[in-house]
């Protein structure tokens, strides 16, 4: 069975700071889909990860993808408090169905 | 291009009564995915549907809980007799393909809440 860890669960920090959510996996896999969820809203697509050693970046995130290690990274660069949601990362695995198995979500919350 | 629509977003319902809820997948998408989210916690798989096929039903309850994709109209989620365990977010995503790593795209969800 596909399991799908983040961590951390819930991180707060400051304006301006970097940090990194990773997101482990337990099979093989190599698509990998990085979501954001706004609260009572639903899910906003960010990047689609498809091969070992995709880099993907769109304004202060970054993500990429190490399926050797099943390990896929999302890094924010100085945050800004518009950045505040709470991210999930999911795996699909199977060529003709695209089930995704989602990891449990890092809530991030920019302080000023 | 409007995007996967869902509807009601907002579904009251006592114990024991049924709820249908409904998505419309983006135009020119043939596969559907539905998705549950309890409060606090990721989304869930529950089936995975092309037009008239139940493809994978590996993520729903076995009793109650059905679901189907018509040839014309919504994909439909119905869960009958429904208990204070249901009350969730329901989320339906369309893609364009099968196989290969087709991008998903959600809806706004329903969230149920029973009484």
């Known amino acids: 069975e596909l399991k799908v860890e983040q961590n951390p669960l819930f991180l707060s920090m400051q304006e301006g700071k970097n940090y990194t959510i990773y997101c482990n996996y337990s099979t093989t896999s190599d698509r990998l889909y990085w979501y954001r969820q706004d609260p009572g809203k639903s899910l906003e697509s960010l990047f689609v990860l498809l091969s070992n050693g995709a880099v993907k970046q769109e304004g202060r995130l970054m993500a990429s993808l190490d399926t050797k290690a099943r390990l896929s990274t999302l890094h924010i660069t100085a945050a800004v408090h518009d950045l505040s949601a709470t991210y999930f990362c999911?795996?699909?695995?199977?060529?003709?169905?695209?089930?995704?198995?989602f990891g449990t979500g890092t809530r991030l919350t920019i302080i000023p | 291009n409007a995007g996967v629509m869902q509807n009601p977003r907002h579904l009251v319902r006592r114990r024991g009564q049924e709820a249908r809820l409904r998505c419309s997948p983006m135009?020119?998408?043939?596969?559907v995915y539905w998705y549950r989210q309890l409060p606090e916690e990721g989304l869930k798989f529950m089936v995975y549907?092309?037009?008239?096929?139940?493809?994978?039903e590996s993520g729903m309850p076995k009793e109650r809980f059905s679901a189907e994709f018509p040839k014309e109209g919504p994909s439909i989620l119905r869960i009958q007799q429904v208990v204070r365990g249901d009350s969730a977010a329901y989320f339906c995503?369309?893609?364009?393909?099968?196989?290969?790593?087709?991008?998903?795209?959600f809806g706004p969800g329903t969230r149920l809440t029973v009484l």
């Open positions: 549907l092309q037009k008239e096929n139940i493809i994978d």
């Open positions: 135009k020119g998408h043939s596969h």
């Open positions: 999911a795996v699909g695995r199977d060529f003709g169905n695209e089930k995704l198995t």
């Open positions: 995503a369309s893609s364009h393909l099968a196989g290969g790593p087709n991008e998903q795209f």
